[in-house]
């Protein structure tokens, strides 16, 4: 269920963002204002004696935008697990201790069972990998620390990402957007046939910033609700890329899987959004550093 503390937009105040060098939260603090960007540089979360770092930067009244996770490509292990679940460990203890107007957590749509089709906020969180599990953990360790202090908390799961800028590389299209550009060759698992939702980050700026101006809070899918196939994905990139551009399949070792969002919390939390086309956001990525 979700919740607008506002019904009309109004500036958050100061906006505290961790993981602002990340791929997200870079692009959120070029959008912000008043914002305090702060990452591993200023204050380092794994570490225990960020608790009082951090508790030393934010203010009552403060909104936190949770960002910053290491992703499946910094390692899928149990070693991994047990950092990002230590990062929670230590923003949940200054959740608790500071009065936040308001608490924005960026979590992921790995909380779902694999098989969970159309995925909605009501679908089963019952994750199949340790990066799913880690974010339904730290989801949990935030709603906690926040009732005692009674900070309205909004949890946001996406889907996956792409636009300039993004260090992951992983497949889909950001990887298919620099292989057409530098190789003029995309490889894909198969012939491309499984579908899914890609998110330009932009659109994922602008509904963060939706959800501060609104003082939102609840849990909410952040995807477009127009899932493709990587097969569609990769003649996009070519066609974006321009020339001639291989599209080469290849044997497949597993099933063919799917992945659906129904978006209507999301288009009812925020009735006029709208979100940018592939097309479009491949365009924009291609004009910006790979």
Same mark, same amino acid.
């Given at each position: 269920?979700?919740?607008?503390?506002?019904?009309?937009?109004?500036?958050?105040?100061?906006?505290?963002?961790?993981?602002?060098?990340?791929?997200?939260?870079?692009?959120?603090?070029?959008?912000? %204002?008043?914002?305090?960007?702060?990452?591993?540089?200023?204050? %380092?979360?794994?570490?225990?004696?960020?608790?009082?770092?951090?508790?030393?930067?934010?203010?009552?009244?403060?909104?936190?935008?949770?960002?910053?996770?290491? =992703?499946?490509?910094?390692?899928?292990? =149990?070693?991994? *697990?047990?950092?990002?679940?230590?990062?929670?460990?230590?923003?949940?203890?200054?959740?608790?201790? !500071?009065?936040?107007?308001?608490?924005?957590?960026?979590?992921?749509? *790995?909380?779902?069972?694999?098989?969970?089709?159309?995925?909605?906020?009501?679908?089963?969180?019952?994750? =199949?990998?340790?990066?799913?599990?880690?974010?339904?953990?730290?989801?949990?360790?935030?709603?906690?620390?926040?009732?005692?202090?009674?900070?309205?908390?909004?949890?946001?799961?996406?889907?996956?990402?792409?636009?300039?800028?993004?260090?992951?590389?992983?497949?889909?299209?950001?990887?298919?957007?620099?292989?057409?550009?530098?190789?003029?060759?995309?490889?894909?698992?198969?012939?491309?046939?499984?579908?899914?939702?890609?998110?330009?980050?932009?659109?994922?700026?602008?509904?963060?910033?939706?959800?501060?101006?609104?003082? *939102?809070?609840?849990?909410?899918?952040?995807?477009?609700?127009?899932?493709?196939?990587?097969?569609?994905?990769?003649?996009?990139?070519?066609? !974006?890329?321009?020339?001639?551009?291989?599209?080469?399949?290849? *044997?497949?070792?597993?099933?063919?899987?799917?992945?659906?969002?129904?978006?209507?919390?999301?288009?009812?939390?925020?009735?006029?959004?709208?979100?940018?086309?592939?097309?479009?956001?491949?365009?924009?990525?291609?004009?910006?550093?790979?």
């Amino acid at each position: 269920m979700i919740k607008h503390y506002h019904s009309q937009p109004q500036s958050p105040g100061r906006v505290v963002v961790l993981g602002a060098r990340g791929f997200l939260g870079s692009t959120l603090v070029r959008r912000l %204002n008043n914002v305090v960007p702060l990452g591993s540089a200023e204050v %380092n979360l794994l570490e225990p004696a960020s608790v009082e770092k951090l508790r030393g930067i934010v203010r009552d009244g403060d909104a936190l935008v949770f960002a910053s996770a290491l =992703t499946p490509d910094k390692g899928k292990d =149990t070693r991994t *697990t047990m950092k990002n679940l230590a990062m929670g460990e230590h923003v949940a203890a200054v959740v608790e201790a !500071v009065k936040f107007a308001h608490v924005i957590y960026i979590s992921s749509d *790995t909380v779902y069972e694999d098989d969970a089709n159309p995925v909605r906020e009501s679908s089963c969180a019952s994750p =199949t990998t340790l990066y799913g599990l880690m974010h339904l953990m730290r989801e949990r360790m935030i709603w906690v620390a926040a009732q005692k202090s009674a900070a309205p908390v909004m949890v946001l799961r996406l889907c996956a990402m792409y636009g300039a800028g993004d260090t992951h590389n992983s497949y889909g299209p950001n990887r298919f957007l620099r292989a057409a550009l530098k190789d003029r060759q995309i490889s894909l698992f198969g012939q491309g046939e499984e579908q899914r939702d890609h998110l330009y980050v932009a659109d994922c700026a602008r509904l963060i910033d939706l959800c501060l101006q609104h003082r *939102t809070a609840g849990t909410l899918n952040i995807a477009t609700g127009h899932a493709v196939s990587f097969m569609d994905v990769a003649k996009t990139a070519a066609a !974006v890329a321009g020339g001639e551009v291989q599209i080469k399949g290849q *044997t497949r070792s597993g099933s063919v899987t799917h992945r659906h969002f129904d978006i209507t919390e999301t288009i009812k939390a925020f009735p006029s959004f709208r979100f940018t086309p592939l097309r479009t956001g491949l365009t924009e990525a291609a004009k910006q550093p790979q």
